[in-house]
């Protein structure tokens, strides 16, 4: 009874540390640092997460097209809160989904994936180096995960975050993975509203 307690309480301290990790882990610069190096595409067209003369507030989720259940439901509670926004506000924000899975995930099929959901999202691909960069800038953790007598062969096991960045890259604010579409709506609206004024 008493090793059942140790491992129990050892699992929940690991889970507790964990927790913390993805809540608190920021790169200290999220403003310019290795942006020159990254190079993403959304189909055939260049995607510049980095350009500063589109001063739109970006609002980005990192996933994968494979993903069974949180990629989708994040994808379609960012498409609903688009929806409930005002057409002044939408001019001034920027959805983007960026795969965790380049190998697989090819800039077509990242872009189509992300236009299910809504026509705004753009969907984007790059190399590993390009993901693994943005991924360490803005503490997204994931990592891949085998899969035995599956055809999908591998998943892709990440936190769940959009994350609001300027157009220089500096991290805004992340709003956690949510059912409520108001929780991401309210945000675009707080920092649009900043960036429109």
């Known amino acids: 009874m008493k090793t059942k307690i140790l491992i129990l309480s050892v699992a929940l301290l690991a889970g507790l540390g964990a927790r ?15 942006t020159n190096t990254i190079t993403l595409q959304t189909g055939a067209e260049s995607l510049n997460l980095f350009d500063t003369t589109d001063q739109r507030v ?17 994808l379609a509670i960012l498409a ?7 057409e002044k506000t939408l001019s001034a924000v920027r959805p983007i989904f960026i795969t965790l899975d380049p190998e697989r995930d090819t800039p077509d099929a990242a872009k189509e994936y ?9 969907g984007g691909s790059g190399t590993k180096a390009s993901i693994d960069t943005l ?63």
């Open 114 to 122: 992300a236009g299910y959901f809504h026509p705004m999202i753009e």
């Open 135 to 197: 991924a360490k800038k803005y503490g997204v953790l994931y990592q891949i995960t085998e899969l035995e007598d599956s055809a999908m062969e591998y998943a892709v096991d990440h936190s769940s975050y959009f994350y609001f960045l300027n157009p220089e890259g500096a991290l805004l604010e992340k709003v956690p993975h949510t059912l409520n579409p108001n929780m991401v709506s309210d945000a675009i609206l707080r920092l649009t509203d900043t960036a429109i004024q």
């Open 20 to 34: 913390y990790a993805v809540d608190h882990f920021q790169d200290t610069d999220t403003t310019t640092s290795n």
């Open 58 to 74: 970006r609002v980005v989720y990192f996933g994968y097209t494979h993903c069974p259940d949180v990629c989708p439901t994040s």
């Open 80 to 86: 609903a809160s688009l929806k409930s926004l005002p």
